[in-house]
T-cell receptor, first 112, second 112 residues
Framework: GEDVEQSLFLSVREGDSSVINCTYT??????LYWYKQEPGAGLQLLTY?????DMKQDQRLTVLLNKKDKHLSLRIADTQTGDSAIYFC????????????FGKGTSLLVTP | NAGVTQTPKFQVLKTGQSMTLQCAQD?????MSWYRQDPGMGLRLIHY???????DQGEVPNGYNVSRSTTEDFPLRLLSAAPSQTSVYFC???????????FGSGTRLTVV
């Protein structure tokens, strides 16, 4: 599938904001997702955004989408130690049916 | 609702052995899929199904078989295990295109 790229590692201090970035190459992407994976667990859907939206906010989470640059970001406000996990960006393209194309994940470490 | 249930959680196989990874969902989701997760590789789609009786291959189908006789169950069979199949396997389901996926907690498989 098309490439979805993420930085591999991010470290922030507790209480700061975290911004996790993702770029994708498939211009036909219609849905973009953020998943969270805690150690030894499955993936938990955090939020998603349709390609006709620029921003979506859900409590401490803000998703920004720049379609022109094919750039997606996830901002976590007031980051807590419980937010330490791996975050995956994923896209679903119009012509791919139900298939999701995942990035390799960003490992977020929140330090006290 | 139990969501997506995977069994077993851990398994060790010898090269050449066969086994079936079980996946069941109680949400009446039409779409189900199997992914494998390897370090540095993200998640890769193995097989998927858009409904009972319908299956198709994903990105890495070799060495795996699937069937979908009911809406609830989507087992993944390894016919002759190889060390390259050592991985964490995730089953996921979705009610429709665009909706977020619900993931199981995973099966950690080691082939020696």
């Amino acid at each position: 599938g098309e490439d979805v790229e993420q930085s591999l590692f991010l470290s922030v201090r507790e209480g700061d904001s975290s911004v996790i970035n993702c770029t994708y190459t498939d211009s036909s992407s219609t849905y973009l997702y953020w998943y969270k994976q805690e150690p030894g667990a499955g993936l938990q859907l955090l939020t998603y955004i349709f390609s006709n939206m620029d921003m979506k906010q859900d409590q401490r989470l803000t998703v920004l989408l720049n379609k022109k640059d094919k750039h997606l970001s996830l901002r976590i406000a007031d980051t807590q130690t419980g937010d330490s996990a791996i975050y995956f960006c994923a896209e679903r393209a119009t012509n791919s049916g139900y298939e999701l194309n995942f990035g390799k994940g960003t490992s977020l470490l929140v330090t006290p | 609702n139990a969501g997506v249930t995977q069994t077993p959680k851990f398994q060790v196989l010898k090269t050449g052995q066969s086994m079936t990874l079980q996946c069941a969902q109680d949400m009446n989701h039409e779409y189900m899929s199997w992914y494998r997760q390897d370090p540095g590789m993200g998640l890769r789609l193995i097989h998927y199904s858009v409904g009972a009786g319908i299956t198709d291959q994903g990105e890495v189908p070799n060495g795996y078989n699937v069937s979908r006789s009911t809406t609830e169950d989507f087992p993944l069979r390894l016919l002759s295990a190889a060390p390259s199949q050592t991985s964490v396997y995730f089953c996921a389901s979705s009610v429709s295109q665009g909706d977020g996926y619900t993931f199981g907690s995973g099966t950690r498989l080691t082939v020696v």
